[in-house]
């Protein structure tokens, strides 16, 4: 038999090694496998029992952050008081200004919960969020204040997305797939929490009512921060006015304007551990 070619074709490398041949269009099923058990066996080795997903805007930063961007907002205003786009630009900062102080209810809200969860080995009500900056980032951040570990789920995008920096190493993951991004959200979860946020909190908070709704879960209770927000945000009535939702499906969430208020709702559902 002949020996085997010093550069041997792609053929000859084990299908499990072969990093080209996994990318192929028709290995997508096997790529959605492994994306879903890696952070699974993951989970289950760091003993993660249950989790909290927090949701909330990507671009709210932490009061004295956004303090600053409005103030260099005001002044390039000013500079050019005839400009229209930097007036605009100057209100939509100092409405983030104002929203910015559910930076620190979630960072706050996250320390309550991994303080009081995660003691003596446990590894209950850890935060996961969807790793990126701002309500994320405050999230993982209050964990990281407590010494707790909280889990980070990034996404691959088309405008690189990068994980803060207070996600557990060990728990930070990155997903192609949303699909299997959004199972993991809720695989382990018993609340859901969402703060101010945009189309992806928006998605993640509809995609949880919806599995409630329906019956596809039952086990997850849903907290929106910011009861003023929210309401000026969706109109419930309207759509129990039209007959587009129930009455009853108003039940499937509840209003909350801190930390503890959030904490004490998930607690007296789940019979979790009080602060």
């Known amino acids: 038999m002949d020996r085997i070619p010093d550069k041997p074709s792609s053929s000859y490398i084990p299908a499990d090694r072969d990093t080209e041949f996994l990318q192929r269009e028709e290995l997508r099923s096997v790529r959605i496998g492994l994306e ?30 956004a303090a600053r961007t409005l103030q260099l907002a005001e002044e390039e205003a000013a500079r050019f008081p005839t400009d229209q786009a930097r007036r605009q630009r100057a209100e939509i900062a100092r409405r983030r ?23 003596d080995g446990r590894c209950d009500y850890v935060i996961v969020t969807g790793g990126g900056p701002g309500i994320m980032e405050a999230a993982n951040r209050g964990a990281a204040d407590v010494g707790a570990k909280s889990i980070g789920l990034n996404i691959t995008l088309p405008h690189e997305q990068y994980p803060n920096p207070y996600i557990t190493p060990e728990l930070c993951f990155q997903f192609h797939y949303f699909a299997i991004r959004k199972m ?8 859901l929490v969402a703060l101010p946020g945009g189309f992806g909190t928006l998605d993640e908070l509809f995609e949880t009512l919806t599995l409630l709704q329906t019956g596809k879960t039952r086990n997850v209770i ?6 003023d927000f929210w309401e000026h945000v969706i109109n419930w009535p309207l759509l129990v006015e039209n007959g587009l939702i129930s009455q009853e499906d108003l039940r499937l969430f509840h209003y909350a304007e801190s930390a503890q208020e ?5 607690g007296r559902r789940n019979g979790a551990p009080s602060s």
């Open 36 to 65: 879903l058990l890696k952070p699974e066996l993951i989970q289950q080795e760091q003993g993660i029992q249950s989790t909290i997903v927090v949701f909330g805007s990507a671009r709210l930063q932490e009061p004295n952050a």
């Open 97 to 119: 200004r104002a929203l910015s102080k559910y930076y620190d209810v979630a960072r706050e809200f996250s320390r309550l919960v991994s303080s009081t969860c995660q003691v």
């Open 184 to 191: 993991h959200f809720l695989i382990r979860a018993k609340a």
């Open 222 to 227: 849903v907290v929106l921060i910011g009861r």
């Open 262 to 266: 959030a904490w004490d709702l998930i």
